[in-house]
């Protein structure tokens, strides 16, 4: 167990402002309260152990689902895509956008129960300040750190010419004026920046406690301190076991300024996303998350069930093949796609898709979709004809041979497929039937460039446009598309100074992409979290698929 004599000194601090009724020798209390839907232990099941608990480093769902109760950020966002205060009480803007000043609410602390004993006991809980968002940000551009999210804050001061090797790490533009006071500088105004604060690497670290794990950071039970609504009591993981769990209990510590609701967390982890719907079918987990619709929930009297269309669902082509490097062949494709009608007997799970961004996104607190409407194209067969036929002049064929669409089982009904390629045989005479793989075959042939034509889904990791077509850089994503030309302009993504010029931005981006086909959107698709309706008020992400529990309530 490392030793923390050097928290003695902010325990004093901790002392005379913890408005908890004792400091030394309190205790939790788990008492259920039937009357607000409080006191509740929740249990869910994970797909996959996270990778890491590290902020500034982790990537996958199951990771940041644990962050996100485990943290607290400046700043989060609601499921309407507004921007609200977290760990900050309040935030201002110079009014050139280059200058971030927030005010850190004084009453945020970590805890870290050293003795196991539950109890927040002297030199066991410190106050967050400016300067473990400081440091968080510094770790992120700390080659040491490898984080995968300096990249995103590139329009912090100095960020380029640290990148650049130019400058040391410690000159980013991130500043803590006081204790409770933290300023951002960039080197251009950014109307994302915001946005960029809720995600889970913008989440502090402290950096006495970071040295003290001697390495080890975010990857056990020991080498871990909370800041947010639960700290973790737990985390046991034998990849040959099955009694793999983390369990987390309620942050007494940070009770006072924004209630925590449920007791304790349990996270059962699994291996498969059958394995998570099981638990859910057996009652031995409160919450399922899954891409795949399951008609036996759809009982609004015993399930609340959040369908959220967050997923872009398009056909991509094999770059290596001749045939479907023609854009006649594959725009030919794209028109003879009846996007109107196709979905409609997916029991709401598909819609027609004309665009790339799906219609969930948000853009500064609106849907991004009512700012900028697809632009729909009226189905024309004899059009798409005609266009597929110049392709396969160019081609100098008579006929293309008969393929398959390479599809990922867990990703959608294939059923709904087979409208497009019935469509597809009448206009244009060639065969095309389905290959269905389990997900660990399906990305070891899209890595290998093992198909001709594959149903590809596109979720962008947070609630904003531009992440959604930043998976479409060259470099980004895994299906080879290049174009020099959509790579530029996703640059400038980062220098929108306005939700305006954002907005025209990303529009413009988007039909770029779209006139490449190399993408040919099919399906937005919904993605689900389901409850039994008892619960309420647990938040979902559908983009990072985290969950967040500080607000969940149950009531029987």
């Keep these: 167990m490392p030793c923390f004599h ?17 400091l030394f020798g309190c205790d939790f209390s788990f008492q259920k309260q039937e009357s607000d839907g409080s006191g509740y232990l929740f249990t869910v099941s994970l797909s996959d152990n996270p990778k890491s608990l590290d902020p500034q480093s982790a990537t996958d769902a199951a990771s940041k689902t644990i962050i996100e109760n485990l943290y607290e950020g400046l700043v989060e966002m609601d499921e309407d895509g507004e921007i609200q205060l977290a760990a900050a009480r309040s935030y201002s803007v110079s009014s050139d956008g280059l200058i971030y000043t927030f005010q850190l609410e004084p009453e945020q602390y970590w805890y870290y129960d050293q003795n196991g004993d539950d109890v927040i006991d002297e030199g066991e809980s410190w106050p967050v ?18 984080s995968p999210y300096a990249e995103m804050f590139s329009c912090l001061k100095n960020a380029e010419a640290i990148q650049n090797g130019e400058m040391p790490y410690t000159d980013i533009g991130v500043q803590a004026i006081s204790d409770t006071q933290l300023q951002f500088t960039l080197d251009f105004a950014n109307t994302r920046f915001l946005s960029l604060l809720t995600s889970t690497a913008a989440m502090p670290c402290n950096e006495a406690f970071f040295e003290q794990t001697k390495g080890r950071y975010g990857l056990d039970q020991e080498s871990v301190a909370s800041c947010g609504a639960f700290y973790l009591r ?3 993981y034998d990849s040959y076991g099955s009694d793999n769990l983390i369990y987390m209990r309620r942050n007494s510590c940070n009770n006072t300024v924004r209630s925590i609701y449920p007791s304790n967390l349990t996270f059962q982890i699994r291996s498969t996303l059958q394995e998570t719907t099981d638990d859910f079918s057996d009652e031995a987990s409160d919450l399922l998350v899954t891409p795949v619709y399951l008609e036996q929930y759809d009982n609004a009297d015993r399930y609340n069930i959040t ?15 001749e045939v479907y490097s023609n854009e006649n062949i594959r725009k030919g494709l794209s028109m003879g796609i009846d996007r109107s009608n ?37 189905y024309d067969a004899e059009a798409a ?31 709904n497929l087979h409208d497009i390629i019935q469509t597809w045989q009448e206009i244009f005479g060639f065969y095309i039937g389905i290959e269905e793989v389990t997900e660990d075959e399906y990305w070891e042939r899209i890595a290998d460039c093992d198909y001709t034509i594959a149903v590809y889904g596109v979720t962008a990791a947070s609630d904003d446009p531009a992440v959604v077509l930043e998976a479409f850089q060259s470099d980004e994503n895994a299906y080879g598309y290049e174009s020099r030309s959509v790579d530029a302009a996703i640059e400038k993504l980062q220098t929108c100074a306005t939700e305006e010029a954002l907005l025209e931005q990303c529009a413009s981006i988007e039909q770029m992409i779209l006139d490449d086909a190399w993408f ?6 919904n993605q689900y979290c389901i409850t039994s309706s008892e619960n309420e008020d647990v938040f979902y992400d559908p983009f990072s698929g985290a969950l967040r529990f500080r607000n969940a309530k149950h009531f029987e």
């Excluded at 400016?130 to 770790?139: E, I, K, L, P």
């Design 520 to 525: 040919l959107p099919i399906f937005y698709k």
């Design 6 to 22: 050097f928290f003695h000194k902010v325990s004093l601090l901790f002392a005379v402002s913890c408005t908890l009724p004792m």
């Design 129 to 146: 300040t400016a300067s473990d968002y400081v440091y968080a940000f510094q770790r992120i551009f700390n080659l040491d750190t490898q």
């Design 234 to 236: 737990l985390w046991f």
């Design 307 to 321: 369908a959220i269309r967050a997923t872009t669902l398009g056909l991509i082509f094999n770059p290596d093949s």
């Design 385 to 415: 004809k005609a266009v597929f036929q110049k392709g396969m002049q160019q081609l100098q064929m008579e006929s293309l041979d008969t393929t398959k669409i390479l599809v990922c089982q867990s990703l959608m009904d294939c059923e």
């Design 342 to 378: 196709i979905g409609e007997n997916s029991s709401g799970d598909l819609q027609g898709a004309f665009g790339i961004i799906p219609p969930v996104v948000h853009l500064g607190g609106s849907l991004y979709r009512d700012l900028m409407p697809e632009t729909t194209e009226s």
